[in-house]
């Protein structure tokens, strides 16, 4: 059975960092791209980061602040976080697709974070 299970959102001071961990089974880490969606209130679902086999990548607002890494002996990936701003206020999902370009197959249930004083 797929599962994607996230954690580590919170709340979290404009500036500050978190770093969110996806850990994934039913599948390994060789065989999907785990991309990192968002959504904020009241709009659509918004890509972060993905990375696969062969790739890495950042959508506009994520370069230079978040980075993305897996661990592969434990099936986690991670999102680490920087200088976090009121605009990085979502629930943040992790995905499973056959590669990066491709809609996701599977969801995890999400993680709240909120930027905020």
């Known amino acids: 059975q797929v599962q994607l299970v996230e954690s580590g959102g919170g709340l979290v001071q404009p500036g500050g960092s978190l770093r969110l961990s996806c850990i994934v089974s039913g599948f390994t880490l060789d065989d999907y791209a785990i991309n990192w969606l968002r959504q904020a209130p009241g709009k659509a679902h918004d890509g972060v980061s993905c990375i696969s086999e062969r790739v890495t990548y950042y959508t506009g607002s994520a370069k230079g602040r978040f980075t993305i890494s897996r661990d592969k002996a434990k099936n986690t990936v991670y999102l680490q976080m920087n200088s976090l701003t009121r605009d990085d206020t979502a629930v943040y999902y992790c995905?499973?697709?056959?590669?990066?370009?491709?809609?996701?197959?599977?969801w995890g249930q999400g993680t709240q974070v909120t930027v905020s004083t």
């Open positions: 995905t499973a697709a056959p590669d990066c370009q491709t809609r996701p197959s599977y």
